[in-house]
């Protein structure tokens, strides 16, 4: 089974942006916890500033992957692009968010990209990564 988690922007900064909302653990360190925890899954990581690059990658991994986590940051409030390219993929994205984005701002309640995803996750912390995961490994054994 393989699985790529997608981050978006600022995500890069996990471990010192804001660590009363997203906690003091870098990504790369929970991603390892990740991986411990299911070494049967092949999970590849990928992050990047740039809505394009976000798409580049999913599509790239979109047709033959079983799952995609995606945590969108900012541009899940703001990308129509994001949401056309999660529409044209084979592969069921779960949209996961660390904090619980509608305890924020009002402008994060609305999610432009979760209409086309397989389901939502927010407000676990890090571990909202885990349930995503968790979620894809039960669908791919009950296919």
């Not at 360190?29 to 070494?39: D, I």
């Not at 899954?41 to 990658?57: C, H, P, R, T, W």
């Not at 949401?83 to 305890?103: A, F, G, K, M």
């Amino acid at each position: 089974m393989k699985i790529q988690i997608i981050n978006g922007p600022n995500l890069n900064l996990l471990g010192t942006r804001e660590p009363g909302i997203y906690g003091s653990s870098t990504f790369e360190a929970y991603l390892e916890t990740l991986r411990q925890r299911y070494p049967d899954v092949q999970i590849d990581y990928y992050q990047s500033n740039i809505e394009g690059a976000l798409i580049d990658k999913m599509q790239q991994v979109g047709f033959d992957y079983d799952g995609i986590v995606l945590n969108a940051g900012a541009y899940t409030h703001t990308s129509i692009a994001l949401q056309d390219c999660i529409r044209s993929l084979r592969t069921p994205v779960i949209e996961v968010h660390i904090s619980n984005v509608h305890q924020r701002e009002s402008f994060r309640h609305h999610s432009y990209i979760s209409c086309a995803c397989l389901g939502v996750i927010c407000g676990f912390g890090m571990d909202s990564y885990r349930l995503a995961v968790e979620h894809l490994l039960y669908k791919h054994s009950h296919a």
